[in-house]
């Protein structure tokens, strides 16, 4: 398994191990290589199984995300929920 890259997790400290800073992710069902991740700086894509993310946060208001789901259309969408009660929605190209 890759190790997760700090550029979507960020440095780990005495409290928080790395590890534990995830708190939702879907594959897309249509390439099971590209993977969607939530953790409190928003939403990431990695088109390589997870070696390498890119944030895909234009639009959100409030980067803390309470639900992450994918489509199974095509073209694929990932929606994500807001804490403070918006909804978000990335069009996979």
């Not at 590890?19 to 894509?45: C, D, E, Q």
């Not at 639900?67 to 069009?91: E, I, Q, R």
């Amino acid at each position: 398994m890759a190790r997760l890259s700090a550029d979507i997790f960020g440095a780990p400290t005495d409290d928080i191990p790395e590890t534990l800073m995830i708190t939702h992710l879907a594959i897309n069902p249509v390439n099971s290589s590209i993977i969607y991740a939530a953790n409190t700086k928003g939403v990431f894509r990695s088109a390589d199984a997870g070696e390498t993310w890119t944030q895909i946060n234009e639009g959100l208001t409030s980067t803390i995300i309470k639900n992450l789901t994918s489509s199974n259309t095509n073209p694929v969408k990932v929606y994500a929920s807001t804490f403070d009660g918006k909804f978000y929605v990335y069009t996979e190209n």
